[in-house]
C-alpha cells in the first residue's frame, strides 16, 4: 500500500486498488510502474486529494489467473472481500471512503470485470491496454498455462457481458488503449459495443504499446478521474 502523508487531515479518505497483468505481482505497479511517486507529485501540485494506493497480487496462480473464481481457488474473492476488508483494517477506512480500481492488460480485465459486477464495493473503475475476453490471455500465456488456466476457471465471462448484466447500476467509467497494442482491436470493439447499448463511458486512445511507458505515463488519467467523483 502506499498511504500519502497527512491522510488522516483529509478522512474520509478513497481508496485505489490497482492489478497488475500476467508475470506480475504485488510490486509491479511500484516497482515498474511507480505510481506510488506519481501519486505523491500529483497530491503536492493540487491535482488529486490524498487516496491510499493498493497493489495486491492476484493470487500468483502460473503466469496469471486472470482474477476469476478457480475450481480450488476463487481470485475474485479474494480481490473483492479479502484485500477490501483488509484495506479497511489497515487503514481504518470506514463505510464513507469510497473505493475505485483499475489494471493493466490482465488487470484491466480483472479491473473492469470486477468493477462491473459490484457496483456496490467499487464507486467507479477504469482499465489499461485492458483484454476484453477471457480468450484473449492466450495472447499472454506460455506453453500450456492457457489449457490449464481455462480448464481451472469456473467462468470466462467478457468485460461487455458483466457490464450489460448491470447497465443499470453502472457508474461512469473510463479505459483507455495504445493505438500500436496488439490489444486494440479488441478495446475499439468495447467501445462500439457499449455505445450501441447506450453505456455512458469515456474511451481514449494515445500513442503507444502493450508497455510500462504507457502505463506509467496514463496511470495518471485514471488518478484524476476517480478524483473527479
Known amino acids: 500500500m502506499y498511504v500519502p502523508p ?8 478513497d481508496i485505489v486498488i490497482l492489478l497488475h497483468g500476467v508475470y506480475g505481482s504485488h510490486w509491479a505497479w511500484a516497482l515498474k510502474g ?10 503536492e501540485q493540487g491535482k488529486m486529494r ?7 497480487s492476484d493470487g500468483l ?10 475450481q480450488s481457488e476463487n481470485y475474485e474473492k479474494w480481490i473483492v472481500e479479502d484485500v477490501v476488508t483488509v484495506v479497511r483494517e489497515q487503514t481504518g477506512a470506514d463505510e ?12 484491466g480485465y480483472g479491473a473492469m470485470r470486477l468493477g462491473a459486477k459490484y ?3 467499487f464507486r467507479s473503475f477504469s482499465g489499461h491496454s485492458s483484454i476484453t475476453e477471457f480468450s484473449q490471455m492466450a495472447f499472454f500465456l ?5 489449457l490449464e488456466l481455462s480448464s481451472n476457471v469456473l467462468s470466462k465471462e467478457s468485460v461487455i457481458e458483466c457490464i450489460l448484466a448491470n447497465k443499470d447500476r453502472l457508474p461512469y467509467f473510463r479505459f483507455d488503449c495504445g493505438t500500436k497494442d496488439l490489444l486494440i482491436a479488441f478495446n475499439r470493439h468495447l467501445h462500439k459495443k457499449l455505445a450501441e447499448n447506450n453505456i455512458q463511458h469515456h474511451y481514449a486512445e494515445y500513442p503507444g504499446g502493450h508497455e510500462w511507458d504507457y502505463w506509467r505515463k496514463h496511470i495518471e488519467d485514471s488518478l484524476l478521474f476517480f478524483n473527479g467523483f
Not at 6 to 13: S, W, Y
Not at 34 to 43: C, D, L, Q, S, Y
Not at 50 to 56: A, I, K, Q
Request: aromatic share 8%; net charge neutral; hydrophobic share 35%.
Open 142 to 146: 506460455e506453453g500450456n498455462d492457457d
Open 50 to 56: 490524498p487516496m491510499v494506493l493498493v497493489m495486491p
Open 6 to 13: 497527512l491522510l488522516q487531515k483529509n478522512l474520509p479518505f
Open 34 to 43: 511507480g505510481v506510488h511517486k506519481t501519486a505523491h507529485r500529483m497530491i
Open 96 to 107: 464513507k471512503s469510497r473505493i475505485f480500481i483499475t489494471g493493466l492488460s490482465m488487470g
Open 119 to 121: 457496483p456496490d464495493v
Open 61 to 70: 496462480y502460473g503466469d496469471g489467473s486472470g482474477y476469476l473464481p478457480h
